[in-house]
């Protein structure tokens, strides 16, 4: 075995474990806000939040540098495939940053305050629908890893347009309002 295939398998099980681990609680979150289920929706959100930075993040960094060490040993930065990952991984970065973390601690800080409230599950809202768009995403990286396109492959590159403006389209209409049980 050689250094390369040592540093892709570490690639590899660092993004099977991000990717796979939030896409699981995000499922666990879309199932229990279409059942009209606000503790279940809850739950999975205190795990995504208790993860993020314990788990996620580093899962996510090491994906990261492995793969840079890869491209800068062996494969470099030129390929259209790379630059989308790349790209992809900035957005993925970004909606983590400046969407999923800001937008947890404020919906944890009204819970502390006043408790399950319309105001605070709109934040749960957001936070689902940007992460809609934030696992487009990540299925355009993974197909992208995948199957390595050029510019010559329009017919893969429309397809990952295509699952990139679905997210959008799923963020904008996957709102709706759920509103706590007068318990």
């Given at each position: 075995m050689?250094?390369y295939?040592?540093i892709?398998f570490l690639?590899?099980?660092s993004?099977?474990?991000?990717v796979?681990?939030?896409f699981t609680?995000?499922?666990?979150a879309?199932?229990?806000?279409?059942a009209g289920?606000?503790?279940g929706?809850?739950q999975a959100?205190r795990?995504t939040?208790?993860?993020?930075n314990?788990?996620?993040a580093p899962?996510?960094?090491?994906t990261?540098?492995?793969?840079?060490?890869?491209?800068?040993?062996?494969?470099?930065?030129?390929d259209?495939?790379i630059l989308i990952?790349l790209a992809?991984y900035?957005t993925?970065f970004?909606?983590g940053?400046f969407?999923?973390?800001?937008?947890?601690?404020?919906?944890?800080?009204?819970?502390?305050k006043?408790?399950?409230?319309p105001a605070?599950l709109a934040?749960?809202?957001r936070i689902?629908?940007?992460?809609?768009?934030?696992?487009s995403?990540m299925?355009?990286?993974i197909?992208?890893?995948?199957l390595?396109?050029?510019?010559n492959?329009?017919?893969?590159?429309?397809c990952?347009?295509l699952?990139?403006t679905?997210g959008?389209?799923l963020?904008l209409?996957?709102?709706?309002?759920?509103?706590?049980?007068a318990?």
């Amino acid at each position: 075995m050689d250094w390369y295939s040592i540093i892709k398998f570490l690639h590899v099980l660092s993004a099977i474990l991000w990717v796979g681990g939030g896409f699981t609680l995000m499922v666990l979150a879309v199932r229990a806000d279409r059942a009209g289920n606000i503790e279940g929706m809850l739950q999975a959100m205190r795990a995504t939040g208790e993860l993020g930075n314990r788990f996620f993040a580093p899962m996510s960094m090491l994906t990261l540098a492995f793969g840079l060490i890869m491209c800068g040993f062996w494969v470099g930065f030129s390929d259209l495939w790379i630059l989308i990952g790349l790209a992809g991984y900035a957005t993925n970065f970004c909606i983590g940053m400046f969407i999923f973390k800001p937008t947890a601690d404020r919906m944890a800080g009204m819970i502390a305050k006043d408790g399950v409230t319309p105001a605070a599950l709109a934040q749960g809202q957001r936070i689902l629908n940007a992460a809609r768009v934030d696992y487009s995403v990540m299925l355009v990286i993974i197909a992208d890893m995948v199957l390595k396109p050029t510019l010559n492959d329009v017919t893969i590159l429309g397809c990952m347009a295509l699952v990139l403006t679905t997210g959008i389209a799923l963020a904008l209409g996957g709102t709706r309002r759920l509103v706590p049980s007068a318990a």
